[in-house]
Structure formats: C-alpha cells, structure tokens
C-alpha cells in the first residue's frame, strides 16, 4: 500500500489572531494547512478576514476527513475552547507561536 503524505492528509488546524485576540478553528479534507493558512491570511475566508494576520498555531493530522471534522466541531465545544487556553493562552498574554509548533495524530 502507497504511504500517504502528512501534506496531503485531512487535518484539523488552529489559527490564533493578534490583532482580535481569538482562535480560529477548522479543518480540510484534502489542501495542506499551509494552503488554508494562506487563504485565511489573504482574507479569501469570509469568516476570518477581520482577523488578518493570522497565526498557525497547530496542525493535527487524521486517516480520514470524518475524524478531522468530529476534531473540529470538538475544538468548537466548551470543553474544547478550555483545552486551546490551557494550552495556547500563552498567545493572549504576548507569547510567540514556536515555529513549526504542530500536533500531529495519525
């Protein structure tokens, strides 16, 4: 069996705002995170454009686009919001995202 490129696999990623001081989170069946991040920031995203420039902050990688979303709509929920405080809220109080800072599940 061919062995999958991380680049191309679904994934779930999350964007953190400066200038509004807020999270974005979202998935993408089949474009790398790269691509995503780059429409965000090119304000080619109806829903992120007031919050240009983005930040990639993490890259979570899945078998299949079902997995990727249900990560997704997780990161949407309460509980999901407290697990990207405790472990971003450094961003809101100045900090830096590390380069290349990514999860990544298989």
Do not use: Q
């Amino acid at each position: 069996m061919a062995e999958r490129r991380l680049d191309s696999m679904p994934c779930t990623y999350i964007l953190y705002s400066k200038s509004r001081g807020v999270f974005y989170k979202g998935s993408s069946r089949e474009d790398t995170a790269d691509l995503r991040f780059e429409a965000h920031n090119y304000s080619r995203v109806r829903s992120t454009k007031s919050g240009v420039p983005w930040e990639l902050v993490c890259v979570e990688y899945y078998e299949s686009y079902d997995l990727a979303r249900r990560r997704e709509m997780f990161l949407k929920t309460g509980v999901g919001r407290k697990w990207i405080l405790e472990n971003f809220s450094d961003l809101r109080r100045g900090g830096r995202v590390v380069e290349g800072a990514r999860l990544e599940s298989v």
